[in-house]
C-alpha cells in the first residue's frame, strides 16, 4: 500500500523560507519510473501544481514559481522535501505531495495524495 | 501556463447524468492525451477518477467516464449518486509541467 505524508512548519512569517517533507512508503524513489509531485491548493480556491522529482534525479518547476522553489530527494529515508523561499500571505495553501502515475514514459496522473499539511503566512 | 477552464458548479438529480467540461489550449489538452480528472470532498485530498483522458483506476465506479475533443476534456458521471456530491478538477501535462482546472463544484439535487 502506497502511503505519503506531509509535515512542516503550521505557520510561517512573509520573506521567511518555506521547508516541507513528504515522507512515504509502499514504493522507492530509486526504481525507475518512480515521480513524486508537490501541489498547493489556498483556502476555497484550486489546486496549482508546483514541483516533481523523478527516480533519475531530473527535477521540474512551475514556470510561475521556479525561482522560488527547490525540491530534492533522499531516497535513504523515503523522502521528498521542497523549499520556497520569500514567503508571502497569498502563498497561504495547503500543500500536498503525491505519487505520479505513468505509462510507457508519460507520467501524468497524482495517486495517491497525502493528507495535506495547511501553511499559513502571517506575521 | 493559465489554469484550465471548468463551469463553477454543475448540478443534477439523482440518476441523471452530468458532464463538466475541461477546456485547455493546443499547448496542453489538444496536444497530450494525458487529462485526468479529480474528486474533493471537504477538508479531504483529492483522489484520481480518470487518468489518460478516458482510463478509469481500480476502484472507481464505472459512472464516471472521461473524453475530449480538440482542446476540451470532458467528464462525464452517470446515474448521479448523493455521494458525487463534491469538487471536481481537471489536470492536463503541458510539457514537463501540469496545470489544473479552476474545479467544478458538483451538486446533487
Known amino acids: 500500500q502506497v502511503t505519503l505524508r506531509e509535515s512542516g512548519p503550521a505557520l510561517v512569517k512573509p520573506t521567511q523560507t518555506l521547508t516541507l517533507t513528504c515522507t512515504f512508503s509502499?514504493?522507492?524513489?530509486?526504481?525507475?519510473?518512480?515521480?513524486v509531485s508537490w501541489i498547493r491548493q489556498p483556502p476555497g480556491k484550486a489546486l496549482e501544481w508546483l514541483a516533481r522529482i523523478d527516480w533519475d534525479d531530473d527535477k521540474y518547476y512551475s514556470t510561475s514559481l521556479k525561482t522560488r522553489l527547490k525540491i530534492s530527494k533522499d531516497t535513504s529515508k523515503n523522502q521528498v522535501v521542497l523549499t520556497m523561499t520569500d514567503m508571502d500571505p497569498v502563498d497561504t495553501a495547503t500543500y500536498y505531495c503525491?505519487?505520479?502515475?505513468?505509462?510507457?514514459?508519460?507520467?501524468?496522473?497524482?495517486?495517491?495524495w497525502g493528507q495535506g499539511t495547511l501553511v499559513t503566512v502571517s506575521s | 501556463q493559465s489554469a484550465l477552464t471548468q463551469p463553477a458548479s454543475v448540478s443534477g438529480s439523482p440518476g441523471q447524468s452530468i458532464t463538466i467540461s475541461c477546456t485547455g489550449t493546443?499547448?496542453?489538452?489538444?496536444?497530450?492525451?494525458?487529462v485526468s480528472w479529480y474528486q474533493q470532498h471537504p477538508g479531504k485530498a483529492p483522489k484520481v477518477m480518470i487518468y489518460?483522458?478516458?482510463k478509469r483506476p481500480s476502484g472507481v465506479s464505472d459512472r464516471f467516464s472521461g473524453s475530449k475533443s480538440g482542446n476540451t476534456a470532458s467528464l462525464t458521471i452517470s446515474g448521479l449518486q448523493a455521494e458525487d456530491e463534491a469538487d471536481y478538477y481537471c489536470c492536463s501535462y503541458a510539457g514537463s509541467v501540469y496545470v489544473f482546472g479552476t474545479g467544478t463544484k458538483v451538486t446533487v439535487l
Open positions: 489518460e483522458v478516458s
Open positions: 503525491a505519487r505520479i502515475g505513468g505509462s510507457s514514459g508519460w507520467y501524468s496522473w497524482f495517486d495517491p
Open positions: 493546443s499547448s496542453d489538452v489538444g496536444s497530450y492525451n494525458l
Open positions: 509502499g514504493f522507492s524513489l530509486s526504481t525507475s519510473g518512480m515521480c
